[in-house]
């Protein structure tokens, strides 16, 4: 097939480095390394859009238009009415909710009509999570045609590491557990909850060692727990592409989500360090209760409950034998995670069996 992946948010340009940029261009890299022809078409001008898609159209045709959701913007979905394409919606989070909640705005009644016009002529939405299933289908997108899929990862990239791992010899001192954590730090991720925890292990005497790979504010939560320099890494951002050794060098994947806040987001981060055979240990909330399985491939501990969260990690430490096994689940769950398989699933979905593109060897 022919696909036109269309992008109509301005603040998400593929180059950058920022997780939305991540998962569009793993996307588009499925389609093509399933053997689809694909057209990037990233612009938010409504006329740039238009003459994008008819371009494309001209140029070889288009089968089907793969589109990540942006708030109020339907012009790709006139476009693929009035043409007879397909129209595939990948919705990553509720946008119009929080346009209301974080930015304080009202949605403008003229905005909701497009949604209504967006979400209704899709023949097919991708959502990343039940919460999110629930907001397409109430914006207007017809129940049968929604279908979750979490966010995937790239195995090639994320993988366990190997023994003598230089990068896991430069990030962590002597034979220290690594609590990692890799990303743009946001207020929801609940660091606080982290680095308190951690300041108990050292507490107690456990040899552990924070390793911080990305952006963000990390030094006053660390401060405020008591958490000393020496047993925390801090490594500027790292390109996608090589991030991968960066997550493997971690032990475990401590997630520490504000229970208050919404869960309605699948995290790229626990799919790729699960990848890695890095132990998640994560609080039941929203779809992460389906993510991994407790005992087999990940622990959980009640949202918020710093003396449980530090119980769990110690179990870790202790008993290796344990982690190696919840190591190897997790990497076994993440092989059936892969971008490909959502691609291959849209592609499925649509195409008539004559279109289906030959994967690549």
Known sequence: MRIACLNQDAGIDPARKKGAAVHLAAMREAFADLGHSVVAVDASDEARVEAALG???????????????ALGKDRGARWCRAH???????????????????RGGEIDPAV?????????????????????????????????????RPNGVDTRRFHPRAPGDPV????????????????RLRPWHGFELFARAAARLLELGEP???????????EPHLAAAGVPAERVTRSAWVEHAEIGPYVASFDALPLTYDPAAPCYFSPLKLAEAMACGVVPV???????????????????????????????LRGLIADPVRRARLSRGAVENARTKSWRAIAEFVATS????????VPRT
């Open 168 to 183: 896991r010899a430069r990030l962590v001192p002597g034979e220290r557990f690594a609590l990692g954590f890799h990303g």
């Open 55 to 69: 371009a494309a159209r001209a140029a070889g045709g288009v089968d089907l238009v793969y589109e990540r959701y």
């Open 350 to 357: 649509i195409a008539p069996p004559s279109r289906t593109a």
């Open 282 to 312: 994560l609080p039941p909330l929203g779809d992460l209760a389906g993510a991994a399985r407790d005992g087999v491939d990940a622990l959980f501990y009640p949202a918020g409950d710093l003396a449980a969260l530090v119980v769990a």
């Open 112 to 148: 909701t009509a497009r949604e209504r016009e967006l979400f209704g002529a899709a023949a097919l939405v991708i959502a990343v999570s039940s919460e999110v299933a629930r907001y397409a289908v109430a914006r207007g997108a017809a129940v049968e045609r929604v279908h979750v």
């Open 208 to 218: 552990v060692h924070l390793v911080l790979v990305g952006e963000g504010e990390f």
């Open 84 to 102: 007879g394409v397909p129209l595939v919606l990948e919705v990553n989070a509720p946008l119009a909710d929080e346009e209301a909640r974080y």
